[in-house]
């Protein structure tokens, strides 16, 4: 099974970012190659797993359903970016402002969960963003381009009380997801 653990949005949410993302295609004509991330799909991912066997699936499940040791905390969502750092681009994303520590903190428990469960961690830092888009192709000019278009204001706010492990599957239409496992916030 292919797994990730993410932070929810709610509607309200989905919706304010998801008229950023037409508002970013009305701003940049001709962009036929950015494939944005359908609003129902988005999330805050903590950690991505990808794929593990069933016995190791079942304990992850079972350690994701402890809670979490940290206070409820909002996010709020502004500025865009995109990876890689250099060169033509592959992902544009929306920064999170306030809750970036917080979300790194709560990230460090969950990579350390996960590692408990036979998972091993990825190498590089956590860098809290929310995937708005991927290039099909690009060149490092439309990095400019897309940066240009960047407002700089705070795009939507939503409070994380919980975190959510997911199974992932992959289909022709995009990908779909089962929520396996919640585990709240609490003090």
């Given at each position: 099974m292919r797994l990730f653990v993410a932070i929810d949005l709610d509607d309200d949410v989905r919706r304010a970012i998801a008229a950023e993302q037409k508002r970013l295609m009305r701003e940049l004509p001709g962009e036929s190659s950015l494939r944005m991330v359908r609003p129902e799909q988005m999330h805050l991912t903590l950690a991505f797993l990808g794929e593990v066997d069933d016995v190791r699936g079942a304990a992850i499940v079972d350690a994701m359903r402890e809670d979490v040791k940290a206070a409820p905390f909002p996010i709020v969502y502004a500025g865009l970016g995109v990876f890689p750092p250099h060169g033509a681009p592959r992902v544009l994303w929306l920064g999170v402002t306030t809750g970036r520590d917080a979300a790194i903190a709560v990230q460090r428990q969950i990579a350390d969960r996960l590692t408990r469960a036979g998972i091993e961690p990825e190498q590089r830092a956590y860098h809290p963003h929310l995937t708005l888009a991927r290039w099909r192709t690009s060149t490092p000019s439309d990095r400019?381009?897309?940066?240009?278009?960047?407002?700089?204001?705070?795009?939507?706010?939503?409070?994380?009380?919980?975190?959510?492990?997911?199974?992932?599957?992959?289909?022709?239409?995009?990908?779909?997801?089962?929520?396996?496992?919640?585990?709240?916030?609490?003090?």
């Amino acid at each position: 099974m292919r797994l990730f653990v993410a932070i929810d949005l709610d509607d309200d949410v989905r919706r304010a970012i998801a008229a950023e993302q037409k508002r970013l295609m009305r701003e940049l004509p001709g962009e036929s190659s950015l494939r944005m991330v359908r609003p129902e799909q988005m999330h805050l991912t903590l950690a991505f797993l990808g794929e593990v066997d069933d016995v190791r699936g079942a304990a992850i499940v079972d350690a994701m359903r402890e809670d979490v040791k940290a206070a409820p905390f909002p996010i709020v969502y502004a500025g865009l970016g995109v990876f890689p750092p250099h060169g033509a681009p592959r992902v544009l994303w929306l920064g999170v402002t306030t809750g970036r520590d917080a979300a790194i903190a709560v990230q460090r428990q969950i990579a350390d969960r996960l590692t408990r469960a036979g998972i091993e961690p990825e190498q590089r830092a956590y860098h809290p963003h929310l995937t708005l888009a991927r290039w099909r192709t690009s060149t490092p000019s439309d990095r400019r381009r897309l940066l240009a278009a960047d407002r700089g204001a705070q795009i939507a706010r939503v409070d994380a009380a919980a975190v959510t492990l997911y199974q992932s599957r992959l289909s022709p239409s995009g990908p779909s997801y089962t929520a396996l496992a919640e585990a709240a916030l609490r003090p």
